[in-house]
């Protein structure tokens, strides 16, 4: 019997005396769970490092295999072998990086510390290896004669080469693997710092009388959180979103505001957990892999191989949103000031005013109470409200495996069918705050999806992660609306993993450009609070009846209030990440004077800040993910906005739209070039007048605009 490996043949035996198998790490064998879920109740600590190793070695021994093969070099035995090379190490490596993003300790940063830098160097070895390269060049010479799937592939791919160094000579070759290791040890300091940092600030409440004005459920997750720290009788605020945008939304107490706004823009600046430091080293080992690869600054270099194709696009696009957002800030802020001074205040609204006057004009002007909707919005009620949408949208249902093995005990798992009753896919929820659990919310696989050599799918399994308030002792994990609208755009992530059809691994799920992975997370968000749909999934935690019309009405009346201040805070912080990836540093600057200067030249109100500061910005400083790439945030939401007034024509949950969607979007995966699957789905360019229009701030003398997207094809 022999097992295919990357399109070559390898005994069973030598199999087994590469990977150990006969060992008792569970990851090195077959996992022998139902649809392959990892094992997790059978992982350790010490399992780690030995299968990492194992599988770089069996991935070098797959890339010999290929290198060394007689055959003339062609798709298959080269393109489509590589791709299918290192499949167990990808499979550890995921699961290692999930369980230590959601389940952090001191044993998974000191296996960290050996294996990042492991992967790094073995991923950078095989990017760099000349005479794989000469095989991949060879196929992309004549990739003409390919389909049009396999020569996008192979286009992709030979980028992929170049842009990681395959065209250095010898001595640009070690000098980038040296900078990439450096980057991959200052991307974990980082995070370390940004974790530490968050479990290290707290607020200790002695007197109730301060929390006047936060819901009862907040007040009972800090007295909850008090409790687990050992202080009965007391209440314990933390950075952590469920309890840092509570006080800044209802505190009464100006001070406790102040105290919890200062504490989160400095998150990171100063101290042991310093990471300004960290982020001058960044951008000085990011100047130099620029300047080895040939790039006049890393943000070209970032932007180069997605739908911007520059940073002159991605800043064009930003600014036409930029000005019009900056505009109605000053209404909001006007609003909030004449609201202010009527009740007797003589101070000028300061940013960690902001959330809390918003929130009085929000029920000054629309009668709209965020804590009472939040009774509308438990969170398992909001999880059933996507599988909803996703079954009448493209007919696939959620069933939960209670006995399925998960990383820790709050995971729920389930088994996704179409609607013939075919597996489609594992998804996976992970929805609460813990302090081992980076913050933030997001999407990933701990197993892809391919066409094997057979013609079979190999379905995945995707999983979302949240930060959400734990239940209390009196009530259910209540969302807020912002909170609703994240679990909708993370399980549209998700969606466009788990119905992924694309055959070649590369070019599934959410293996597109990075200005285009957030249309399908960010179009779902529409659904959220369309009046059809709250019908079906807004049900009040205690009664169990659905949201009433009247406040349904309210809710779409609110819709479009504070975009100044959400749209300011968004596009500053892209604008941001952009002028970082502008600079070319030798020597260290000053990290937070340059942000001053970046806020004064663009005109920043006193009153917003940016949605992050550079400390905390770990989407641009934690790795290289969404560095210089923040933007496509709203540079897809033009798209999302535009592909969503199709659905409002037709009908939100009309079958043919549905499909078409289903079709070029969430099931082509990377196959195509993306603005050629949206003009299919759309009928034609995205523009930005959409989104424009959805945010509330498109005035009367843009209405007949045709604001279209820079760069767009």
Request: net charge negative; charged share 30%; with cysteine.
């Amino acid at each position: 019997m022999t097992i295919a490996v990357a399109g070559m043949l390898i005994g069973v035996a030598e199999k087994n005396e590469i990977m150990g198998q006969t060992n008792d790490n569970p990851l090195l064998k077959e996992y022998g769970t139902q649809f392959n879920i990892p094992p997790f109740e059978r992982i350790k600590y010490d399992d780690y490092v030995p299968a990492i190793k194992k599988g770089i070695e069996l991935r070098k021994k797959e890339i010999e295999e290929i290198i060394n093969c007689n055959e003339t070099p062609n798709f298959d035995n080269t393109v489509l072998a590589l791709e299918k090379s290192g499949d167990r190490l990808g499979r550890v490596m995921a699961i290692f990086s999930s369980l230590d993003e959601t389940n952090s300790s001191p044993e998974m940063d000191a296996i960290g510390e050996i294996v990042y830098p492991l992967y790094s160097q073995s991923s950078d070895e095989i990017m760099m290896n000349p005479k794989l390269f000469e095989r991949v060049v060879a196929v992309y010479n004549n990739r003409e004669i390919l389909d049009p799937q396999k020569k996008r592939a192979v286009e992709e791919l030979y980028q992929e080469f170049v842009r990681n160094g395959a065209k250095l000579n010898d001595a640009e070759k070690k000098q980038l693997m040296e900078v990439n290791s450096k980057l991959t040890d200052l991307y974990l300091q980082y995070n370390k710092n940004l974790l530490n940092a968050t479990n290290d600030f707290i607020i200790i409440i002695d007197d109730k009388s301060r929390l006047s004005g936060l819901p009862a459920g907040s007040i009972a997750v800090a007295a909850d959180e008090a409790k687990q720290r050992g202080l009965d009788g007391k209440w314990v605020l933390t950075l952590h979103a469920p309890s840092r945008l509570p006080v800044l939304q209802y505190a009464d107490d100006r001070d406790l505001r102040q105290q919890m706004y200062e504490g989160y823009i400095n998150l990171a600046s100063s101290g042991k957990y310093n990471n300004q430091p960290v982020i001058n080293e960044i951008l000085k080992a990011r100047t130099q892999k620029a300047k080895i690869l040939g790039y006049p600054d890393y943000a070209s270099y970032m932007t180069e191989n997605v739908m911007a194709k520059n940073v002159r696009n991605a800043e064009g696009l930003l600014m036409q949103i930029w000005k019009p957002a900056v505009e109605k800030v000053k209404e909001e802020v006007a609003v909030m000031q004449a609201l202010s001074d009527r009740e007797g205040n003589t101070f000028k609204i300061a940013p960690w005013d902001y959330y809390y006057y918003a929130e009085k004009v929000r029920k000054d002007k629309y009668a709209l109470d965020e804590d009472e909707v939040r009774q509308y919005f438990a969170t398992d009620s909001v999880r059933n409200g996507i599988f909803k949408m996703a079954e009448k949208l493209y007919g696939v249902t959620f069933t939960e495996l209670t006995d399925a093995p998960k990383y820790y005990d709050e995971v729920k798992v389930y088994e996704v069918k179409d609607s013939e009753g075919n597996h489609v896919a594992i998804f996976m929820t992970d929805y609460y705050q813990r302090s081992s659990k980076r913050q933030g919310a997001w999407m990933s696989e701990f197993q892809g999806a391919f066409e094997d050599e057979d013609g079979k799918f190999q379905r995945p399994i995707v999983y979302n992660v949240g930060n959400f308030s734990k239940p209390s002792s009196d009530s259910p994990s209540l969302l807020t609306l912002d909170e609703v609208e994240t679990m909708f755009h993370e399980f549209g992530h998700g969606l466009h993993g788990m119905l992924t059809r694309a055959k070649l691994r590369s070019q599934a799920g959410t293996n597109v450009d990075r200005d285009f992975v957030e249309l399908p997370s960010q179009i779902h968000e529409h659904w959220a609070f369309q009046p059809e749909m709250l019908k079906m999934y807004a049900h009040h935690y205690k009664t169990g009846e659905a949201m009433p019309d009247s406040l349904i009405n309210r809710l779409i009346a609110a819709s479009k209030h504070n975009q100044g201040f959400m749209t300011t805070e968004l596009a500053g912080a892209a604008l941001l990440d952009l002028k970082w990836g502008q600079l070319n540093v030798e020597d260290d600057i000053d990290v937070m004077g340059f942000e001053k200067q970046v806020a004064e030249d663009l005109g920043m109100p006193s009153e917003v800040q940016f949605r992050y500061r550079s400390p905390y910005f770990r989407h641009i400083f934690g790795s290289d993910g969404y560095a210089s790439g923040y933007y496509t945030y709203l540079w897809a939401q033009v798209l999302d906005c535009d592909g969503f007034e199709l659905f409002e024509e037709k009908g939100i949950f009309d079958p043919e739209t549905a499909a078409s969607f289903k079709k070029n979007v969430l099931e082509a995966g990377g196959s195509e070039d993306p603005m050629t699957l949206y003009k299919r789905f759309r009928g034609h360019e995205p523009q930005v007048e959409a989104l424009l229009r959805f945010r509330g701030l498109l005035k009367e003398d843009q209405k007949d605009s045709r604001l279209n997207i820079p760069g767009g094809k």
